[in-house]
């Protein structure tokens, strides 16, 4: 009956070291910091975050529409680098239309496997004003931001310290019609004078 007993449980230590260790995910050592899910975005934003996970091959910064059901996502980094708490990209937000955006980190491993961590409802405002207050993100309230236009306004030109006033124009023009009179009468008076000594 002992006999039995140490066997039995010197199979289930084999098969508890045998068994294939389970990865943690990726998406549980991958994240976004920075920014967060909506927030308002303009101009240059760092995205912050961390791609510090076993067995990285590569990772993705992309962006989408908030409201695109087609899944088209567009590229604003890649690497394959570990970074643990520092700045994955810097994300031009004044190159796309103010709205609401989808940001997505997708971490890929030399498994195979993928993992994908989104931040949604971000809100770029390069264009529009930024409401008031900053809307909290929940699945089934849509957001929606009223259009104020900007007014135009004009900016006077500064005076021209050069500035021709018209008399001076008209006193330069004189002088200048005086001066090429005098020149014709000396052209005119040498060459009579010429003409005379031959």
Same mark, same amino acid.
């Given at each position: 009956?002992?006999?039995?007993?140490?066997?039995?449980?010197?199979?289930?230590?084999?098969?508890?070291?045998? =068994? *294939?260790?389970?990865?943690?995910? =990726?998406?549980?050592?991958?994240?976004?910091?920075?920014?967060?899910?909506?927030? =308002?975005?303009?101009?240059?934003? =760092? $995205?912050?975050?961390?791609? /510090?996970?076993?067995?990285?091959?590569?990772?993705?910064? %992309?962006?989408?529409?908030?409201? /695109?059901?087609?899944?088209?996502?567009?590229?604003?980094?890649?690497?394959?680098?570990?970074?643990?708490?520092?700045?994955?990209?810097?994300? /031009?937000?004044?190159?796309?239309?103010?709205?609401?955006?989808?940001?997505?980190?997708?971490? +890929?491993?030399?498994?195979?496997?993928? %993992? /994908?961590?989104?931040?949604?409802?971000?809100?770029?405002?390069? +264009? &529009?004003?930024?409401?008031?207050?900053?809307?909290? *993100?929940? *699945?089934?309230?849509? !957001?929606?931001?009223?259009?104020?236009?900007?007014? !135009? &306004?004009?900016? *006077?030109?500064?005076?021209?310290?050069?500035?021709? %006033?018209?008399?001076?124009?008209?006193?330069?023009?004189?002088?200048?019609?005086?001066?090429?009179?005098?020149?014709?009468?000396? $052209?005119?008076? +040498? &060459? %009579?004078?010429?003409?005379?000594?031959?």
């Amino acid at each position: 009956m002992r006999y039995k007993r140490w066997i039995l449980v010197l199979v289930i230590l084999v098969l508890v070291h045998s =068994a *294939p260790v389970l990865a943690r995910p =990726a998406q549980a050592l991958g994240r976004i910091s920075a920014p967060a899910s909506g927030d =308002a975005l303009q101009g240059m934003v =760092a $995205i912050v975050g961390s791609t /510090d996970v076993e067995g990285l091959r590569q990772w993705e910064l %992309s962006f989408s529409y908030a409201q /695109d059901t087609t899944n088209t996502w567009f590229l604003i980094e890649r690497d394959d680098t570990v970074i643990r708490d520092q700045t994955l990209a810097e994300w /031009d937000t004044r190159s796309i239309t103010d709205g609401a955006y989808n940001l997505r980190l997708t971490i +890929y491993l030399e498994s195979g496997e993928r %993992s /994908d961590l989104i931040v949604e409802n971000l809100r770029i405002r390069n +264009y &529009t004003p930024i409401e008031t207050s900053t809307p909290h *993100p929940s *699945p089934t309230v849509l !957001v929606t931001a009223t259009n104020t236009p900007v007014p !135009v &306004t004009s900016t *006077p030109l500064p005076t021209n310290s050069i500035e021709i %006033s018209s008399s001076d124009f008209s006193n330069s023009l004189g002088r200048g019609v005086i001066v090429a009179i005098v020149l014709f009468l000396i $052209i005119g008076l +040498y &060459t %009579s004078f010429r003409k005379t000594l031959r």
